[in-house]
């Protein structure tokens, strides 16, 4: 059975290393701050402005003021900081964030990504993603593995606008885990439980690698 978007942000959460700084964006990356191991201690950064992002608070705990980059409210971990957009990209375009999660329309067998421009749909640019993906040392892609009409979403190339070149290291979809090589091609690693290699095959467009069993994802989350 394919994932939703929670399995996906719990599958995601267990790339992540202690100490890590990390950008979360809009749409699926955000879940992923309610799903940090509890045995490691990272610091999550939004491109509006906050440094010491928490989990999404509960109703008693809502701050309409208190917002991510995507408008959802969310709460501050001790010792966090509030600053202005232009010291957040300072942050970004200077090196600072070891680990970028993002959504995306589209990945290549390259590792391009394309994940700003929504076919048919206005929209009024690509926000801070371009300095994300050109930033970070490692960028996770959450994603479908195919789009609402049935179409692979993993690519020999993007039909849509890059967001960045050879950039994407690691995919986690509803249906598998994929690393991206360096000399192109997607390598799976792991399935969705219930679902099959071959269901994998038939939904991926670019150049599929398989090597031996390919074990089932595992969905907990690490406990002090």
Same mark, same amino acid.
């Given at each position: 059975m394919?994932l939703?978007?929670?399995?996906?942000?719990?599958?995601i959460a267990?790339?992540?290393?202690?100490?890590?700084y990390?950008?979360?964006?809009?749409?699926?990356?955000?879940?992923?701050?309610?799903?940090i191991?509890?045995n490691i201690?990272?610091?999550?950064?939004?491109e509006?402005?906050?440094?010491?992002?928490?989990?999404?608070?509960?109703?008693?705990?809502?701050?309409?003021d208190?917002?991510? %980059?995507?408008?959802?409210? +969310?709460? @501050? /971990?001790?010792? =966090?900081?509030?600053?202005? &957009?232009?010291?957040s990209?300072?942050?970004?375009?200077?090196?600072?964030?070891?680990l970028?999660?993002?959504?995306?329309?589209e990945?290549?067998?390259?590792?391009?990504?394309a994940?700003?421009?929504?076919?048919?749909?206005?929209?009024?640019?690509?926000?801070g993603a371009?300095?994300?993906?050109?930033? %970070?040392?490692?960028i996770? +892609?959450? @994603? /479908?593995?195919? =789009?609402?009409s049935?179409q &692979?979403?993993?690519?020999k190339?993007?039909?849509?606008?890059?967001?960045?070149?050879k950039?994407?290291k690691?995919?986690v979809?509803?249906?598998?885990v994929?690393?991206?090589?360096p000399?192109?091609g997607f390598?799976?690693?792991?399935?969705?439980?219930?679902?099959?290699v071959?269901e994998i095959?038939? %939904?991926?467009?670019g150049?599929?690698i398989?090597?031996?069993?390919?074990?089932?994802?595992?969905?907990?989350v690490a406990?002090?």
């Amino acid at each position: 059975m394919a994932l939703d978007k929670i399995g996906i942000a719990k599958r995601i959460a267990q790339e992540i290393k202690d100490g890590s700084y990390i950008n979360l964006g809009i749409g699926i990356p955000t879940l992923v701050a309610n799903f940090i191991p509890k045995n490691i201690e990272v610091v999550l950064q939004s491109e509006n402005g906050l440094l010491g992002i928490g989990p999404f608070p509960h109703e008693e705990e809502v701050d309409a003021d208190l917002i991510n %980059a995507g408008k959802q409210t +969310v709460t @501050m /971990q001790p010792g =966090s900081s509030l600053f202005n &957009s232009a010291e957040s990209f300072a942050m970004i375009r200077g090196g600072h964030v070891d680990l970028t999660i993002l959504g995306a329309m589209e990945v290549s067998e390259n590792g391009d990504i394309a994940n700003w421009k929504i076919p048919g749909k206005m929209v009024k640019g690509m926000g801070g993603a371009m300095d994300l993906v050109a930033s %970070a040392d490692h960028i996770i +892609v959450a @994603m /479908q593995h195919k =789009s609402r009409s049935g179409q &692979s979403k993993l690519l020999k190339n993007c039909t849509l606008p890059i967001t960045g070149i050879k950039c994407v290291k690691k995919i986690v979809t509803d249906l598998a885990v994929l690393d991206i090589l360096p000399e192109g091609g997607f390598k799976l690693l792991e399935r969705a439980p219930g679902v099959s290699v071959d269901e994998i095959k038939n %939904a991926t467009e670019g150049k599929l690698i398989i090597e031996g069993e390919i074990p089932e994802m595992k969905l907990e989350v690490a406990k002090v």
